[in-house]
């Protein structure tokens, strides 16, 4: 009798993974929220300076400015916040001469920097317009603005980003005759540091602010939820 001496092979079938593809029954996608606003409050530096041929003279000069300022801002001083006028400089420059036989002249300069935070924008003008009648150097753009608020709206931007991811969910389970389940995963991407919606400030006059402008803080998310 004859023995049959075949060998049973069993295969085993592998699933074939694909990166960047969720698994059956899970949906990946995006949410993303924003919310305007208007800056309530700005961070403003004033300097003073002077240039002499004795340095005495030259701090001395800025002294006087600086005691002018501090007089003409005493009714709005308990407004402004963090002030600080401790940085001071003193240091000399060479002048070009004249001719080559000519010495070089030396000038002494001397600068005082005055700085602080307003939280009532009214009062941007008229601490402008002491600064310009004392010639005080200053610089006013838009990353000088923002809100006394902007965690609280970066999370409420956050929290529409989720709440809108979880929208699609249900959109696509509905779509599916499905139920939008358990978050698999879960990624939060940078938030974005508010940006103005148009210009920062525009001007009347010698500086004088008239708008501030709208600003925009927004967010984003990517999660996977689970479909049931």
Known sequence: ??????????????????????????????????????????????????????????????????????????????QLHEYTDASVNLYSRTLPA??????????????QTVSFTVTDLSLLNPVLQQAQALGLNYNLGPHQFFHSEEARMEREALALALADAKSRCDFVAQQMNQRCGEVVSLNINGGHRP????MAAETRGADSISSVGEREISASVSATFELD
């Open 195 to 198: 940006m103005p919606m148009m």
């Open 1 to 78: 009798m004859a023995r049959n001496n075949r060998k049973t092979r069993s295969l085993w079938v592998l699933p074939l993974l694909v990166p960047g593809l969720a698994l059956a029954g899970e949906v990946t996608l995006t949410g993303e929220g924003s919310v305007r606003y208007e800056p309530d409050s700005a961070r403003l530096k004033f300097t003073a300076s002077a240039e002499h041929e004795q340095p005495q003279q030259a701090t001395a000069q800025v002294a006087s400015m600086i005691e002018q300022w501090h007089q003409g801002i005493s009714e709005y001083r308990a």
């Open 98 to 111: 004249e001719t080559r036989e000519a010495e070089p002249e030396k000038r002494a300069v001397a600068s």
